[in-house]
């Protein structure tokens, strides 16, 4: 039996972390791009501390208007100035409180392209190149950024979501979709431990597709997310 370790997104104004921390194994804290400032950071390391969770970036495309949910086109200097700091703001923050990042995890709209453009996933691994040594990646199994990590010899987690439905091509059923969120408790723990034990995932077409993951996110701002964290957390 594998070992079940959570992560979340925190730092987004959900206002649940307190509660939700002591269940997680990894955070990935916004650090600007979509949302987040100098004072939810501090708190969200500040409480990753205190429940001995890794820490992680959550850099995004810098698009707070739209949450970071929209893929934008901007210039490869511009997105990569972007991440770069957002990741360094949250690291001086680190650095202060005498801990560090564990990984980056891109967020939204980034996430999903990287997964299966090259070229953008190219240029994100160039933006997060000085990191390379340091921090882990977040990446989904299967995709494009995946194999472009481990060709140029990143440090991958490889990670499934516990909250979102997949389509065929294990790309995530879109949020603008009704069926996109899992929210029933019995549901989830179906999802998570047919990913977890047999590695395989049950898709919105009732196909089965291979799908490895090290681990699972359940979004902060997912509806009932505390109890659907305690019920996936007690499941394993």
């Not at 879109?174 to 996109?180: I, P, T």
């Given at each position: 039996m594998k070992v079940l370790k959570l992560n979340s997104d925190v730092g987004?104004?959900?206002?649940?972390?307190?509660?939700?921390?002591?269940?997680?194994?990894?955070?990935?804290?916004?650090?600007?791009?979509?949302?987040?400032?100098?004072n939810s950071m501090t708190e969200m390391v500040t409480l990753a501390l205190e429940n001995k969770v890794l820490i992680g970036a959550h850099p995004s495309y810098p698009d707070k208007e739209n949450f970071?949910?929209?893929?934008?086109?901007?210039?490869?200097?511009?997105?990569?100035?972007?991440?770069?700091n957002q990741i360094n703001a949250l690291k001086d923050i680190t650095t202060k409180l005498g801990t560090s990042i564990h990984h980056i995890k891109p967020h939204g709209a980034l996430y999903n392209d990287i997964s299966?453009?090259?070229?953008?996933?190219?240029?994100?691994?160039?933006?997060?190149?000085?990191?390379?040594?340091?921090?882990?990646?977040?990446?989904?199994n299967n995709s494009i950024i995946e194999q472009l990590a481990l060709k140029n010899r990143f440090s991958i987690v490889r990670e499934a979501f516990a909250?979102?439905?997949?389509?065929?091509?294990?790309?995530?059923?879109?949020?603008?979709?009704?069926?996109?969120l899992i929210s029933d408790k019995l549901v989830m723990i179906n999802h998570v431990q047919l990913i977890l034990n047999k590695s395989q995932v049950k898709t919105i077409n009732n196909q089965k597709m291979k799908l490895v993951a090290d681990t699972f996110c359940i979004h902060s701002d997912t509806p009932k997310a505390l109890e659907l964290i305690k019920a996936v957390h007690g499941s394993v």
């Open positions: 987004e104004g959900a206002k649940n972390e307190k509660d939700i921390f002591p269940y997680l194994f990894y955070c990935n804290i916004a650090c600007g791009g979509h949302t987040g400032t100098i970071g949910r929209k893929s934008m086109n901007t210039s490869e200097e511009s997105l990569i100035n972007s991440i770069r299966k453009d090259e070229i953008k996933a190219t240029l994100f691994l160039k933006a997060i190149l000085p990191f390379k040594d340091s921090f882990k990646l977040f990446v989904s909250d979102r439905n997949y389509n065929d091509d294990l790309s995530l059923v879109s949020r603008n979709n009704e069926n996109a």
